[in-house]
């Protein structure tokens, strides 16, 4: 028997799978380019190297799987905001505020920007969401702007307290506090996160036939330069005095 009210097993797969999906697009077929996007420093390399005791294959899958796992982040952010496509009174535009929430008994409307956490945004990113919401309720005095926190370290729904900001109209929401909201049922996250594990185990059995790819910078390096850490080097100084030769 399904267990949500809120959203079908269907609808919950489908995000679910689009969620993986993402997963394995992050992993499939890593290059040197994708690798070296933001150009790799040797010279932490080599102290990680030294250091640790691992090896320049062990520490360039380390940085690929670094490089994934802030890629994973952002999706597990687009996880979290694309729930909300399949519960009623609520969509989740294409551009602008995350989700659009809309009370069906009076017609209020919430605008809603969703972070993972909230201290991983410094000062710019507040500075800008603060201003967002600050426009959104000079036009549409009826509305409230929630800041809402997937990890927020309590249960809350309170004034957003940023620059001396006491607008009741622009808070500070935990996600439990959202989907008691937008459901009516005050264990709503509680009972979505009971069920991830088994659905997440179910669509990846669906999806078995999906191969992950290999890694191919290791091989790539080695073509600048058979030792490694001279390649990793020549890739980041390769213009600079002395390196080009």
């Not at 030294?50 to 899958?61: A, F, N, S």
């Not at 309590?154 to 996600?175: L, Q």
């Not at 390096?221 to 490694?228: A, E, F, S, T, V």
Request: charged content about 30%; aromatic content about 10%; hydrophobic content about 35%.
């Amino acid at each position: 028997m399904w267990k949500l009210n809120f959203i079908s097993e269907k609808d919950l797969k489908e995000n679910i799978k689009n969620t993986i999906e993402a997963y394995l697009n992050a992993m499939n077929n890593v290059d040197l380019n994708d690798f070296n996007k933001n150009i790799i420093d040797p010279i932490k390399l080599l102290f990680d190297m030294k250091v640790y005791g691992k090896t320049t294959d062990e520490l360039i899958e380390d940085e690929i799987n670094r490089q994934i796992d802030k890629t994973n982040t952002n999706t597990i952010g687009y996880f979290n905001q694309n729930m909300f496509k399949y519960i009623d009174n609520c969509k989740v535009p294409p551009q602008g505020f995350d989700v659009i929430y809309t009370d069906p008994l009076t017609g209020k409307k919430y605008y809603v920007e969703m972070k993972n956490k909230h201290n991983t945004m410094n000062d710019g990113g507040k500075n800008t969401v603060m201003e967002r919401m600050i426009a959104k309720i000079k036009e549409e005095p009826e509305a409230t702007c929630f800041l809402v926190e997937v990890i927020s370290g309590k249960s809350k729904n309170e004034v957003w307290n940023y620059k001396s900001n006491i607008d009741e109209r622009i808070r500070r929401v935990s996600i439990d506090r959202f989907y008691y909201m937008v459901t009516g049922e005050i264990n709503a996250f509680k009972n979505l996160c009971d069920v991830l594990p088994d659905k997440i185990d179910e669509v990846l059995k669906e999806m078995i036939s999906e191969k992950v790819g290999e890694n191919l910078v290791v091989e790539q390096l080695k073509q600048i330069n058979p030792d490694i850490i001279k390649s990793m080097f020549m890739l980041a100084f390769g213009d600079y005095e002395g390196f080009n030769s």
